[in-house]
């Protein structure tokens, strides 16, 4: 057809509305019918597209609006400095939903010359997903399979890790599309029964009530686990390093640090948490103020996120306090956001007055070490994960050993109140599952929550809501397979896939 014409503007218009419905899946939404829809309408205007070049354009804009509704919070952190970074929201928003959607487009090219086939469509769409949980850094952020999060199927991610979840999610689309062929029926059937067996599977790991997403603690279970405390300040990004709001959410901090707890029979946990940059000071200058916190704790050792300088460096960092106010350990932040905690060519770009918005310097933080346990003591070992770490899965499969509990702070009023804070909650979430370890996530404006090795929210403070929660640490589950393999069996699928579409594809080809 010729550009322009009806029959290519409808095309892409479904394109367009395939993706929006594939991030209706995602959080806050969690629509996950709608994204399969989305995926299987994708399905078949991929493999009736004329040509390879139009197959890869229809990927292209399908992915645009799949990225650009699922991470339409990527405008909030310009805004809070409006005045400096404002103009960049609209270009961080078009560049980011476009790069990434190229992901897609290749898929979408790979699928038709392959014949169209489903068999590619779950092969290429998923090695895609993986590709960009890597490249150039990686942004596993909006995956396809983050859409089961709230479902029975996403504790298959203890045994395959989160892209066999986009694996399940593409399977379950090409079946729909071919239960209503007469010739494919069958395979759509037998599909459609492998997710859905997956499905009772998983719904058999967490029995009982929540075990989709928050779950009624067990008081016995837990009774004799140790109590940790999450201070929630709830100090919004435009206020939070403001010099006369800076005194106020530190003393609301040192205020839920030393209340009583409510609990006659434990009225002190045993540890207490503070945010991602808890403090406004870097750590060198900080000593009044590690005084102060160590006072209201009494005793109980306090984790915090704070900065630090060692030379010209500047490290996003989180501090553990033993009870009597020394620093028994460090750890710096190893997975930096660009842009926005660091600057590719950092120098270069101060040059232009442009910097890394979360830092002071022209090129931003600089990366720690890697991962990393923290040892607090009788608490066991912990793995701290800074913000945007908790999406990475090898972020904990490279730790040195098996960690006791994961533990997340976080500032997450950088992403704002809509989608952004209950996305990344949902990665936490999975990130327990797939360890089988339980995670306590404390966040500056929420959500901070306490997770069990089901991926069970077990107790949490609401989004952008000021407070205090103690919550006993939920027993550590058996190492998974996914914790024992990492990603090796989910990519041996995924190629294995991939190699019989490409074998079909050329069966098919010598025999015309």
């Given at each position: 057809m010729q550009p322009g014409a009806p029959g290519r503007r409808v095309r892409l218009l479904l394109a367009l509305l395939s993706g929006l419905a594939v991030a209706l899946g995602q959080a806050p939404f969690d629509l996950w019918p709608a994204a399969i829809l989305g995926l299987a309408l994708l399905f078949q205007?991929?493999?009736n597209a004329g040509s390879i070049r139009q197959a890869a354009f229809l990927g292209l804009v399908a992915g645009i609006g799949h990225f650009a509704l699922a991470l339409f919070w990527i405008i909030e952190p310009f805004l809070v400095n409006a005045a400096r970074h404002g103009w960049m929201a609209p270009f961080a928003l078009i560049g980011m939903s476009a790069g990434l959607a190229l992901f897609w487009a290749a898929a979408a090219a790979s699928v038709r010359g392959l014949g169209g086939r489903a068999l590619a469509f779950v092969a290429a769409f998923t090695l895609v997903e993986v590709l960009r949980s890597y490249v150039l850094t990686g942004f596993p952020w909006a995956l396809i399979g983050h859409v089961w999060v709230d479902?029975?199927?996403?504790?298959?991610a203890s045994l395959l890790g989160h892209h066999a979840l986009t694996l399940l999610a593409l399977l379950a689309a090409v079946g729909l599309v071919q239960l209503f062929s007469p010739r494919l029926r069958w395979w759509g059937a037998g599909s459609l029964a492998m997710v859905c067996a997956a499905a009772l599977w998983g719904g058999t790991v967490a029995v009982g009530p929540g075990q989709g997403g928050t779950a009624q603690a067990d008081p016995a279970a837990l009774s004799d686990r140790p109590v940790i405390r999450m201070i929630q300040?709830?100090?919004?990004?435009h206020l939070k390093w403001d010099r006369t709001a800076i005194p106020v959410f530190f003393q609301r901090q040192i205020d839920y640090t030393a209340a009583m707890g409510l609990d006659p029979a434990q009225p002190r946990p045993d540890l207490v948490i503070w945010a991602e940059t808890a403090l406004s000071v870097i750590l060198e200058n900080a000593e009044p103020e590690l005084e102060a916190i160590t006072l209201a704790a009494d005793g109980v050792p306090v984790v915090l996120g704070i900065q630090r300088f060692i030379g010209q460096r500047t490290f996003n960092s989180?501090?553990?306090?033993?009870g009597g106010g020394t620093i028994r350990a460090i750890y710096d932040?190893?997975?930096?956001v660009p842009f926005g905690e660091y600057m590719p060519f950092g120098e270069v770009m101060a040059q232009f007055g442009i910097h890394g918005m979360a830092a002071s310097r022209g090129g931003g933080f600089s990366p720690g070490a890697g991962p990393r346990l923290m040892d607090l003591g009788g608490l066991g070992h912990a793995l701290p994960l800074i913000c945007y770490e908790a999406v990475f899965p090898q972020a904990i499969l490279g730790a040195p050993e098996r960690p006791d509990f994961l533990m997340q702070i976080t500032n997450d009023a950088w992403f704002g109140t809509y989608s952004g804070p209950y996305q990344h909650l949902a990665q936490a979430r999975l990130r327990a599952i797939e360890q089988g370890l339980p995670m306590v996530r404390v966040a500056n404006t929420g959500v901070s929550a306490m997770i069990d090795g089901h991926g069970r929210v077990?107790?949490?403070?609401?989004l952008d809501t000021a407070g205090w929660l103690d919550a006993p640490l939920p027993r550590a589950l058996p190492p998974t397979i996914y914790a024992l393999w990492g990603e090796l069996p989910i990519m041996l699928i995924i190629l294995g896939l991939l190699g019989a579409s490409v074998g079909r594809e050329i069966r098919a080809r010598r025999a015309k």
């Open positions: 205007l991929i493999r479902t029975p199927l996403v504790h298959i300040p709830n100090a919004p990004q989180a501090i553990y306090l033993d932040k190893h997975r930096l077990t107790a949490a403070l609401p």
